[in-house]
């Protein structure tokens, strides 16, 4: 056996264990009755400690200095790259700074659940400081490691490749377009006159609707299924996708875009190559480009207005209401399409998201590289959110700088993935419309040459290629945000 | 640290990994969709391997050594026995006959769920004769390590203590009334009138109805949950415990027996003590004991004439039937306690139950001590069962010896289990009836003091004694099979 060979086998059993522990973390997300959490919790700690011990044993170090020497074939050299990547990113941290960040991130999220209620900023910052400060020790390390600087250290592990410098270029001009983008819509929407459909809506014929979505998706029920958890999410494995939604009886859109979020994320993984199973350069390329998948069918298909037409009339006839004006295609997509600058990233509509993110990307890049304090925070997020979306969220810490369970987890650098994903998600659209005619094909329910388009390009790169190579390949172009702000306009000026 | 706080230790580790396999194998028969199922083999297999690998680590033995030395408290002398039982079980088998078995078991098991339906004795006793012939070698090994025969070292597996010199004792005793009391009952019932209620039982309200009486039956839902699977079985771990059933519209009975059957073996789980829990010695005391807690729900308690007059009314008003002749308790009593000699053991009443046991256990002792081999399996089966149930089953191998899964998969010595699960249940209910009037606590649906009992007598003292002291303990002798012909005598021919 070739030491590249071990190096497979290594991380296939690896797979093994994550493919465990994330059936085990779903069934704790959306099945598991609350009493067990507390065995289930240390239980899967357990098999971390095990995996972690897996991944970062000490001959691993020579077996990649071996492998390095033999003859590998293209896709080979793309899976020790992956595979290296993965090593050393697991390998560099001490281990004491994993458990004290691992302490003081569930401290700081689990006391976040109640603080936020209780606009408790000044409980939430004692917390969050110490998550910062451990963050910053390790974007240090991570920066010695990699030669990046500390916070694209961090901004690395989801979205290999990209930098702040690259970012900062791109929200400079999303920010010179963006806020009178979102004037013009709001001037041209003021007169459109939108029904809020009336529930109930009962839970069993959403969750029909969602199913018969799915199917029309290309959803694999042979490989998957949906459940209900309070934070919708896509987990599982490849062979066996879960995904997650939550109903609302007052509001099946919701869900139901939702789901269908959900089933983009579920088609990248139902798509990745069964060739590279279990080894990283079969898994997803980035965050970002998994949210360009999900974003693709939510956003880019599924709000458009052809596809609407064929949504209304299922949804009107699953809820029993073919005569109610509020489930016509017209309005649907009235509502669908509605801007409105608002407090929380999570119910932004396409328009306004970007500024959500932009927001938090300036002030946890500047928190992370030291050029501000946990108490800055809450000033910045008013005068940033006066500036991008003119709201005024003064001492509302609630719907404010404590809305988002990223940082209180130590998630900081994921933030960007959001709105990278948005513009991949255009710039897909956009190259495949000069391959054909998309907007017919949505008429014609035709969907499949889309998806064969995502499943070549995409799906079956897995992490063949870098990002760019990927953009490259399947667009012709490395990234470029005016495909996102060119889709913004035609959608919502058009 | 002391060693036996280390041994703890270890074993609290391997519960972990053992709490994650189990409810992987949960959702792999209840949620799984069947395209998820050759990487879940995979991933549990893996997992196996890293537990197996721990269970048997070479310090144990000086581990064990050293612990003996220890001070030790009476429950931690049990606890340490307990753990050394695990790890004599765990070491004692070289890897690779291990491993052949794993082959040789899942090839026949897997053959034999077509091979069954075909009849194909011959195809199936080929792969049969290999299983065989691994187990008689494991037999060996288990025989040399403990001092007890071949069969007696597989069956202390899964029944510690029991032997089949009791067993012969046991059995030979039950042969020389069992035929002449199912006769007498048999004649008895031959007069009576019984309806067949006719569905469809909606599924919906059959799973209402199932979670209602669970909720009576004490299950705490705080910690497991009730689903549907192929083979209803009891899973999960003591904090989350999983039960399932399957439900046929046809027939609401076997479903809600089921359900109460697998509440029996989920209370013991619940109810066992937090104080030792992920040790061994705060596990099920044997599967015999397992099954007279499901059979002490079952047959005990839900089949008594109180608690169908409990049962029969919700039923009727469960599937909106209130005038259903077949929904009356009186109909519902002869329904559940109507005794018929069947072919199917999974089908048999409580009565003929044991005859199907006795059958099993003396063939697979004999084959085990090598006595018979596989090819006088049929013509056995067709003498015993003429002989226990007058019954012909010659030819007929898919209802004969080939219906049950046990034998495919290597379980022998497992068949005892239910008939002293059965014997264990009588004995326990003699002794409540001693401490209280059974009969009424029921009709006043106060079912608390009996739960008590089974908690103080039988859950909560777990492992910490061995069978024979838990028997005699809470009921004041050893097993004694009188209670169940008293039981059986009482209940139908009372
Ligand atoms: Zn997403
Ligand atoms: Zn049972």
Redesign the interface.
């Known amino acids: 056996m070739t030491f590249y060979q071990k190096l497979e086998q290594h991380h296939k059993?690896l797979a093994?264990?994550d493919?465990?522990?994330s059936?085990?973390s779903w069934?704790q997300a959306a099945?598991?009755?609350?009493?067990?959490n507390?065995?289930?919790s240390?239980?899967?700690a357990?098999?971390a400690v095990?995996s972690h011990e897996m991944a970062t044993a000490p001959y691993l170090a020579e077996w990649f200095e071996l492998a390095h020497r033999e003859s590998l074939s293209q896709e080979e050299k793309a899976s020790l790259t992956e595979m290296k990547r993965v090593w050393r990113n697991a390998n560099v941290l001490p281990a004491d700074l994993v458990e004290e960040q691992s302490l003081a991130c569930s401290t700081c999220e689990h006391a976040w659940r109640t603080q936020r209620g209780n606009n408790d900023w000044q409980g939430f910052s004692e917390n969050l400081k110490k998550v910062v400060e451990l963050t910053r020790r390790e974007a240090k390390i991570r920066s010695e490691a990699t030669g990046l600087s500390p916070y694209d250290a961090l901004l690395d592990q989801y979205e290999p490749g990209m930098t702040s410098a690259k970012l900062d270029a791109l929200f400079a001009d999303v920010k010179t377009w963006l806020p009178e983008l979102i004037t013009q819509i709001r001037e041209k929407q003021t007169h459109d006159e939108v029904m809020q459909p009336v529930g109930p809506f009962p839970i069993d014929e959403q969750k029909a609707l969602s199913l018969d979505i799915m199917q029309k998706l290309g959803f694999?029920?042979?490989?998957?299924?949906l459940d209900v958890s309070m934070h919708p999410f896509c987990g599982?494995?490849p062979?066996?996708v879960r995904i997650t939604t939550r109903y609302d009886e007052a509001d099946f859109t919701s869900a139901l875009m939702g789901v269908i979020h959900e089933t983009g994320h579920a088609r990248y993984e139902q798509g990745l190559p069964e060739k590279w199973?279990g080894l990283p350069v079969g898994t997803a390329r980035s965050m970002g480009i998994h949210e360009s998948q999900s974003l693709f069918f939510e956003m880019q298909l599924s709000r458009s207005e052809n596809f609407i037409d064929i949504l209304a009339p299922l949804a009107a006839e699953t809820f029993n209401r073919i005569d109610d004006p509020a489930l016509t295609p017209e309005n649907l997509t009235l509502l669908n399409t509605r801007v409105a600058p608002g407090y929380i990233r999570v119910d932004a509509d396409e328009v306004t998201y970007p500024a959500h993110v932009i927001l938090r990307y300036e002030i946890e890049r500047d928190l992370i590289e030291g050029r501000i304090e946990v108490a800055d925070i809450p000033e910045l997020w008013d005068r940033k959110m006066h500036e991008y979306l003119g709201l005024n969220t003064k001492g509302n810490f609630t719907d404010g700088c404590m809305q988002d369970i990223h940082w209180p987890m130590g998630s900081f650098g994921y933030f960007p993935s959001y709105t990278l994903g948005a513009m991949y998600a255009a710039q897909f659209m956009a190259a495949m419309r000069k391959e054909m005619n998309v907007e017919n094909l949505i008429r014609e329910r035709n969907f499949q040459p889309i998806f064969n388009w995502l499943d070549r390009h995409v799906w079956k790169r897995a992490s063949l290629v870098n990002t760019d190579k990927l953009l490259i390949e399947s667009t012709g172009e490395a990234l470029n945000a005016q495909h996102l702000k060119d889709h913004l306009i035609s959608r919502y000026l058009g």
Chains 1, 2 share one sequence.
Do not use: S
């Open positions: 059993k093994k264990l493919h465990l522990a059936i085990c069934d099945m598991m009755p609350e009493g067990g507390a065995a289930r240390e239980a899967m357990e098999l095990i694999d029920f042979h490989h998957g299924r599982g494995v062979t066996d199973a």
